[in-house]
């Protein structure tokens, strides 16, 4: 596995660099080979140099890794969060990351929220008109390709049945965006006939957001689009017990390049005291092993994390009276006291 990490901003700069010495551990005990590479690319040097994503980061990501692990983008000295667009729809755009995998682990069970991740609201398209210094003017264009849409939707179904699955709801808003609500329904109506392990059923996004607050229990898959997805993900965060719980995986399927992230955000009311979760961030690392195909170590590390997230070394925002620091290391001890006996060779 070779692994570009980025920091990025706040408490990224925390997590991230407390998060890698248990996949550092856990590659040791399974034998699995890893390398990585930590890459500057942030606030600091944005506002240093003024370069985000620098030439050629596009092209030469994948030919050097196999994916990357993205800490968190935002800083208050940049309000308009240009360098974090850049960068990170930089990536999502120019690497073709378009399904964007945000599970919600509840004690009903796990939700798989699919989002569309380069398109909708978030394509890019659309300007201002500006006079004495306000916005008279500003539009933002919802786009949708179909090819994209059929990409993604037939992905993700192919993923849901593959891991088991049997319900799948299609979350839209065609009673008021009709043009992209109707495209979005004609290709999952068309598609889930190549799926009949599964049962679909469609919502709209303002019903479905009612529906997952007051009972979770009956959603399995979910599929939206990039607006949607956005929202009712940090949503089921929050069922969760906060953002500090929250990973996600972006991925091209076509290439297996991947992108993963804690969906916190980079916290600046808490950077430098020590206390950022990195929950997040463990589980994106048990998502990256998932997605190399090592579900034996995720599996482990997400059995260490969940204990971990138990007990008094936790951080504040669950309940605990630790730091980083203190829950990393019971999260390392426990990844030692969990991890699998070695087999003996066999005799010459």
């Not at 378009?98 to 069970?109: A, E, F, I």
């Not at 179909?146 to 799948?168: I, N, S, T």
């Amino acid at each position: 596995m070779r692994i570009a990490v980025i920091p990025g901003d706040g408490i990224g700069k925390e997590v991230v660099p407390a998060a890698l010495p248990a996949l550092t551990a856990l590659c040791e005990t399974f034998g699995l080979p890893l390398s990585y590479d930590v890459l500057d690319w942030g606030a600091d040097t944005w506002l240093a140099t003024g370069v985000g994503l620098p030439d050629g980061a596009v092209e030469r990501l994948p030919r050097t890794y196999d994916a990357v692990l993205l800490g968190a983008l935002g800083d208050p000295r940049i309000p308009d969060m240009a360098h974090g667009r850049e960068i990170l729809l930089g990536l999502r755009r120019g690497l073709d990351l378009y399904v964007n995998h945000r599970p919600v682990v509840l004690d009903s069970g796990v939700i798989d929220i699919y989002r569309e991740n380069t398109q909708g609201l978030y394509a890019g398209v659309g300007g201002s008109v500006t006079r004495s210094g306000s916005v008279t003017v500003a539009i933002d264009e919802s786009v949708h390709t179909r090819a994209a849409v059929e990409d993604f939707v037939r992905y993700c179904l192919r993923r849901l049945r593959d891991d088991g699955r049997r319900k799948v709801t299609l979350v839209h808003k065609s009673n008021a965006v009709p043009n992209t609500g109707r495209l979005w329904q004609d290709v999952f109506r068309r598609e889930l006939t190549a799926f009949p392990e599964l049962t679909g059923s469609e919502e709209y996004v303002d019903a479905f957001c009612y529906h997952l607050v007051r009972d979770p229990s009956p959603y399995e898959g979910v599929l939206a689009s990039s607006l949607f997805g956005d929202i009712i993900s940090d949503i089921g965060a929050a069922l969760m017990g906060g953002l500090g719980l929250a990973a996600g995986a972006s991925v091209c399927p076509e290439t297996h390049f991947a992108l993963f992230e804690p969906v916190h955000g980079s916290a600046p009311d808490i950077a430098g005291k020590g206390i950022a979760n990195p929950y997040a961030t463990l589980m994106c690392l048990a998502l990256m092993l998932d997605h190399f195909g090592h579900g034996a170590p995720a599996d482990l590390l997400r059995t260490c994390v969940r204990e971990a997230a138990r007990g008094a070394t936790a951080t504040p925002d669950i309940g605990g009276h630790g730091t980083t620091d203190l829950f990393m290391d019971t999260v390392l001890t426990l990844l030692d006291h969990h991890r699998p006996a070695r087999r003996a060779s066999p005799p010459a």
